[in-house]
């Protein structure tokens, strides 16, 4: 069985997309995917940003704290499930990331909604820069979210704009998981605009 890793930082909407494309095509074609903890905040700390992706990066550092706690209670499954529950009020909600909604996403998740304190506590600010640091290690290299690393070969992306159907998703997912087993292969881009759409791309 094909054996995938999914770095994600949770404010994230491109990883989210992505998220929901592979959970889906991996469980229909028989592979199993991991979700893995990574941060847009430490992967930009000490760059100069503008104001609004500031805010945003704040955010990535806050709920990165949570989610290394929440890993340190509940084990490395733990971060896939708060993963999960942040989803939904994250990139279909009003765009409201109160306090509450990550306690409301521990409890939905088995975690201690008492966890919520490590918003504002930096004593986790290792485990989370050592987190980011296995992504940027599956990658080889310097890179955002998503990674995927398939058999231990870490590429940046896919990143997706939407949302495809599912035999289209299934075909990307055995495309991906082909070039990722010839290692010669390095890249392949395209320009893109974002945020993505994330219609359909509900929590599974």
Request: proline share 7%; hydrophobic share 45%.
């Amino acid at each position: 069985m094909t054996s995938i890793d999914l770095y994600v930082d949770p404010i994230c909407p491109f990883a989210w997309v992505t998220s929901r494309w592979l959970l889906d095509a991996a469980r229909v074609t028989g592979r199993s995917v991991a979700l893995r903890q990574m941060s847009l905040a430490v992967l930009n700390d000490g760059r100069d940003v503008a104001p609004a992706q500031r805010a945003k990066l704040e955010w990535s550092r806050r709920v990165g704290r949570v989610c290394a706690a929440a890993t340190d209670e509940g084990g490395a499954s733990a971060f896939g499930k708060l993963y999960e529950a942040l989803g939904a009020p994250i990139h279909h909600g009003d765009g409201d990331w109160a306090d509450a909604v990550v306690k409301e996403a521990l409890t939905a998740s088995g975690r201690s909604p008492a966890l919520v304190g490590a918003l504002d506590d930096p004593t986790w600010d290792d485990a989370v820069k050592a987190a980011h640091q296995r992504s940027q290690d599956a990658l080889g290299g310097s890179g955002g979210s998503p990674i995927m690393a398939v058999e231990g070969r870490g590429f940046f992306g896919p990143v997706l704009t939407a949302l495809p159907a599912r035999d289209d998703g299934m075909a990307l997912l055995d495309a991906v998981v082909t070039v990722a087993s010839a290692p010669e292969f390095a890249a392949l881009q395209r320009p893109h605009k974002g945020p993505p759409s994330t219609a359909g791309a509900q929590p599974r």
